[in-house]
Antibody, heavy 119, light 113 residues
Framework: QVQLVQSGPEVKKPGASVRVSCKASGYTFTKFPIHWLRQAPGQRLEWMGWINAGNGYTKYSQNFQGRITFARDSSASIAFLDLSSLRSEDTALYYC????????????WGQGTLVAVSS | DNVMNQSPLSLTVTPGEPASISCKSSQSLLHSNGYTYLDWYLQKPGQSPQLLIYLGSNRASGVPDRFTGSGTDRDFTLKISRVEAADVGIYYCMQGPQIPPVTFGQGTRLEIK
């Protein structure tokens, strides 16, 4: 069965960087894009962008331009989110989600990774 | 960016009764290819969001036919014909990835009376 398993919670200081991983299983990793989203406390879900797991093409939300990088290790079926220059407003639950082209939607989600930014 | 507004923001429903959630988009979600890029997700307590409805009105695999998505252009509705205890959670509408950037409604919290 399809699963996306994310890395564990992180606590970071302002100005630091964080890497969140998303390991896929149960399907051919390179055939489906991975999107990244986050949910800050009390806020609506926010889309961050996506990576083509096959060729590595990336598209970032303008809200994160310059601070965000997506990567993937196709051999290990893992997608990565790197977020730099962290600030307190980046405290959120970060999700990876598989984009299913036939439905034009996110059919599987990771369990979420809590990133807390605090001095 | 497109703004998605849901109403109501919270809903308390007696089991067996119907429920309805509205989602209004500031931009048309009807693509030139004829598809409407509006999805509905349910986030149950302590869980990740799960897909309910895609492309406006199509139920995802395993979603009971009690759930119906409708609407086009800028005005959408999610209806639950008979609410059950398992339906508790927060419902989100989402502008689909084909019309970036992806945006979400504020969420509607459904509770059981």
């Amino acid at each position: 069965q399809v699963q996306l398993v994310q890395s564990g919670p992180e606590v970071k200081k302002p100005g630091a960087s964080v890497r969140v991983s998303c390991k896929a299983s149960g399907y051919t990793f390179t055939k489906f894009p991975i999107h990244w989203l986050r949910q800050a406390p009390g806020q609506r879900l926010e889309w961050m962008g996506w990576i083509n797991a096959g060729n590595g093409y990336t598209k970032y939300s303008q809200n994160f331009q310059g601070r965000i990088t997506f990567a993937r290790d196709s051999s290990a079926s893992i997608a990565f989110l790197d977020l730099s220059s962290l600030r307190s407003e980046d405290t959120a639950l970060y999700y990876c989600a598989r984009y299913f082209p036939d439905w034009e939607s996110f059919d599987y989600w990771g369990q979420g990774t809590l990133v807390a930014v605090s001095s | 960016d497109n703004v998605m507004n849901q109403s109501p923001l919270s809903l308390t429903v007696t089991p067996g009764e119907p429920a309805s959630i509205s989602c209004k988009s500031s931009q048309s979600l009807l693509h030139s290819n004829g598809y409407t890029y509006l999805d509905w997700y349910l986030q149950k307590p302590g869980q990740s969001p799960q897909l309910l409805i895609y492309l406006g009105s199509n139920r995802a695999s395993g979603v009971p036919d009690r759930f119906t998505g409708s609407g086009t252009d800028r005005d959408f509705t999610l209806k639950i014909s008979r609410v059950e205890a398992a339906d508790v959670g927060i419902y989100y509408c989402m502008q689909g990835p084909q019309i970036p950037p992806v945006t979400f409604g504020q969420g509607t919290r459904l509770e059981i009376k």
